[in-house]
């Protein structure tokens, strides 16, 4: 007879998995911004620096890769602005849940418009970028009440 712990679940493993899981969805909790931010900051400044040689690449329009490159360093600029405050206004967090949704579903619009013309990397770009924003944007309105005051005293 196989002997079952009492302290398993078949879900989440054992209890000190499910504390080791708990310690790690606190940590992104408090660190969601910085993440988003950073995020942003360096998938815009890449795509910006990298442009010409993106454009070949990804076979999409030029217009459309500086486009992104750029919102994507205003996205992060703004979730900078609001990681390193103490106190964050809701509507800003709402604004920025907002925006994240709204960018996931441009992005899965222009991979559906580009399904034809853009080359393999051009299509995966877009579609992972819809669902990190897009999943930024779940967690973010999830945890939207946490997010308003820093776990940092700043």
Known sequence: MI??????NPIIGSR???QVLGMIQNKAKSNLLWIDSL?????GIAMLLL???LTP???LPRGLILLIGAMNVLYGLYSLSLAVRGRRPKA????LIAANAVWALACVRWAAIY?????ILGFA???VEALFVGGLAVLEWKWREQLLQSPIRV
């Open 3 to 8: 002997k079952v712990s009492s302290q398993f």
């Open 16 to 18: 000190r998995q499910g």
């Open 39 to 43: 995020g942003g900051l360096t998938v």
């Open 51 to 53: 442009l010409g040689w």
């Open 57 to 59: 690449l990804y076979k």
């Open 92 to 95: 800003f967090i709402l604004l």
């Open 115 to 119: 399904v034809r013309e853009a080359s």
């Open 125 to 127: 770009h877009l579609s």
